[in-house]
């Protein structure tokens, strides 16, 4: 049997209808296959993954994949994955968000759980369009960029999710694009092995509401975009900020030892059962 | 021994079993946190500060699904930031326990003041039609026995519960007395014991209630706020969205006389009734004593559920009063209610405040002489 039809047997879900919600040619496929062949090579048990997303077209990914899954609210995948992770560490938690998801509605949540550094892995499908609700401007919508809602082009700036990542404390940060999936797999993989927050921004695309509208082709020619876009972030140190116009860095961008917060909370329990036993 | 409202509701939290808390501070609720905040580690528990209460709701949900027993304390302001999230702790169906001790509102309104003004929004709050579990508390012992209720209801019936407090309630130090933690009845939610290939998590039983696996434990099972089938996944199909939508209201409407609650006074004889609850129902137990000692037929019932509104036991009663009064610290919310059920078999007055003070016995009292 091809080895990626066995993986397709051992984790996709066969009680579960398909076909699944998307388009075709969407990133969200690719990634469902990346993140399944690095859960493979973790050797975890699917028993101890479980799978938290948010509302979108990434966050249907988790009704496919054969794990614990949570399908939660707009914008608080993050804030159900911390109770989860919280009541059971011994859980490996992944969370799956899009950019609108992540960085607009849970924007809050998303800053405040890395900097919190629970040992959450937290993947930001950023599209740079709000897909399921038909292509409105997302924070991560170039400026200029026309959506459903910004007809005469986009006028606010756009975010950097990593970068975001990064300044509010988390302790590991990678990019990666839907295009160069073997780096996309031992993004995850390393993501889902670090202990403390990591994220992985995963540059995807939304041809049928944001390619189509800004004249950047079909799937295929976004995958080229990206592409042609994407700098390994080794090179990319070395180059110049007018050299990395329109481009961006991918690869590892962070990566840091800080302070769990299960084994720092591990401590306030022993401290609180002395301080109970004293007043006793 | 001597214990503040908030102080009694975490101690019967624990009592119950409750091992994890999310909260944001807000006032008058404050005190729930700060406690459970030393509490809680000290029985191999988790609290966490959230970043809003919002982050709060779907915490406690998530450690409710990783099989933990699990709270989150507010008041109006943060109570209205919850909404949504407890609304996917209907449709899911996840056990747990939401206190808001009630301030004035609307929006900050005064913080220091108490008011009964969440009744209708724990009732609706959330959007979509759902049956939902309120209870209130009126004196410290309550906090500490209600609240070990409430746990016992959401995991009986994997529903959020609501608990209503209010400012007086919870911030009054009164003696009480704890029970030794063997002698508190604790109910568990009930977990499947069926091999996992035959676990179906939103099955319907006879009861109405599916049993309820704890991410980790084998059962890898899929969890929804949209609606969906008896496996969880995500349907539109008109009978599976009509199965799952009856069974929801089914689970607890079968089950009213379980849930209901009511504690009464005098009110075999009675000819005029007061219904009252939270700190008003301490000025009526008061005001209908007294109003006893002076000949008058009074009698009160103090509801301890609120939601679902407990009119199997209040109707019989309404066809052999001559009036019922309902004081409330609000326009008329609970009123509302009674006069809904009474259909004019009885006269319904109202007796409202609004203005951050307490109903106080005499207030009720003299109403009761006139009536
Ligand atoms: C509270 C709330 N507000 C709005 C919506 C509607 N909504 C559903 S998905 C979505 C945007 C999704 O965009 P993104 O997070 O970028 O994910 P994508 O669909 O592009 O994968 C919105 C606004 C909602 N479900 N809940
Ligand atoms: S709308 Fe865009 S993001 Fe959603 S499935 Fe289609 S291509 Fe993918």
New binding site residues.
């Given amino acids: 049997m091809a080895e990626v039809t066995k993986l397709i047997h051992k984790y996709l879900r066969h009680d579960k209808k398909f076909p699944h919600v998307w388009c075709p040619g969407c990133g ?1 496929g690719i990634l469902l296959g990346a993140l399944i062949r690095a859960i493979d090579r973790t050797h975890l048990e699917k028993d101890e993954i479980v799978i938290v997303s ?6 249907r990914l988790s009704v496919y994949v054969d794990f614990n899954t949570l399908h939660t ?3 608080r995948a993050l804030t159900f994955a911390t109770g989860v992770k919280l009541a059971n560490p011994k859980l490996q938690v992944i969370v799956i ?6 960085t ?2 849970g924007g809050n949540h998303f800053i405040h759980a890395a900097r919190r550094n629970l040992n959450l892995t937290a993947i930001v ?3 740079s ?5 038909g292509g ?1 401007y ?1 924070p ?1 919508t170039p400026y200029g960029s026309l959506a459903t809602t910004s007809l005469h082009g986009n006028i606010e700036q756009a975010f950097s999710i990593a970068e975001l990542a990064a300044m509010a404390g988390a302790s590991m940060v990678s990019r990666g694009t839907v295009y160069h999936t073997s780096l996309l797999d031992e993004l995850l993989e390393k993501a889902i092995h670090k202990r403390g927050f990591s994220v992985v921004e995963v540059i ?1 695309h ?1 041809h049928t ?1 944001y390619g189509r509208r800004n004249k950047m082709g079909n799937a295929a020619d976004m995958l080229l975009w990206q592409k042609k876009s994407a700098v390994r972030i080794e090179k990319a140190r070395t180059m110049s900020d007018e050299e990395m116009q329109d481009k961006f860095s991918i690869g590892v961008l962070v990566d840091r030892e800080l302070p769990v917060y299960t084994q720092e909370y591990r401590k306030v329990r022993e401290m609180a059962k002395k301080a109970m036993t004293q007043m006793r | 021994m001597l214990l503040q409202g908030n102080e009694a509701i975490v101690e019967g939290a624990i009592a119950a079993g409750c091992r994890f808390f999310a909260g944001y501070p807000i006032t008058p609720a404050t005190e729930i946190s700060e406690v459970m905040s030393y509490r809680l580690p000290a029985v191999d528990g988790t609290f966490i500060q959230m970043e809003d209460e919002i982050a709060s709701m779907g915490a406690i949900i998530g450690a409710s699904l990783a099989g933990t027993k699990s709270m989150t304390a507010t008041s109006g302001p943060g109570f209205s930031l919850m909404q ?1 999230n407890l609304g996917f702790a209907c449709i899911a169906e996840v056990p747990c326990v939401i206190v808001n001790v009630m301030r004035g509102g609307p929006s900050t309104g005064i913080p220091t003041q108490v008011s009964q003004g969440d009744v209708m929004q724990a009732r609706w709050g959330t959007h979509g039609d759902h049956p939902i579990i309120v209870l209130s508390v009126s004196t410290t012992q309550d906090c500490f026995s209600i609240t070990v209720k409430a746990f016992n209801l959401a995991e009986k019936y994997r529903t959020p519960v609501i608990i209503l407090a209010d400012e007086v309630v919870a911030h009054t130090r009164e003696k009480i007395f704890l029970p030794h933690p063997g002698e508190v009845e604790i109910i568990d939610r009930i977990r499947p014991n069926m091999p996992p290939d035959w676990y179906i998590p939103y099955e319907d039983t006879s009861r109405g209630v599916p049993p309820m696996a704890a991410f980790g434990e084998g059962y890898r099972y899929h969890v929804t706020g949209l609606v969906h089938d008896s496996r969880g996944f995500p349907t539109q199909r008109p009978d599976e969205v009509k199965g799952l939508m009856s069974r929801l209201f089914r689970k607890i409407n079968q089950h009213f006389f379980d849930i209901q609650m009511v504690e009464e006074e005098a009110t075999e004889d009675a000819e005029i009734l007061t219904v009252a609850y939270g700190s008003v129902a301490r000025s009526a137990r008061r005001a209908t004593r007294e109003a006893r000692h002076r000949g008058i037929k009074a009698g009160m019932v103090q509801l301890v559920t609120l939601w679902p509104f407990p009119r199997q036991i209040l109707e019989p009663k309404l066809r052999k009063l001559r009036a019922v009064l309902v004081p409330e610290l609000n326009v008329g919310q609970i009123s509302r209610e009674v006069k809904r059920i009474n259909q004019g078999v009885t006269r319904v007055e109202t007796l409202n405040r609004i203005d951050g003070n307490l109903i106080t016995p005499a207030e009720i009292l003299s109403r009761l002489m006139k009536m």
């Fill in positions: 969200n948010g509302i979108g077209c990434s966050g609210t707009h914008g968000m899009g950019d609108g998801d992540a607009a509605i499908v950023n599209n369009i709000y897909g399921m609700t409105q997302s991560t995807s939304c509401q | 949504e």
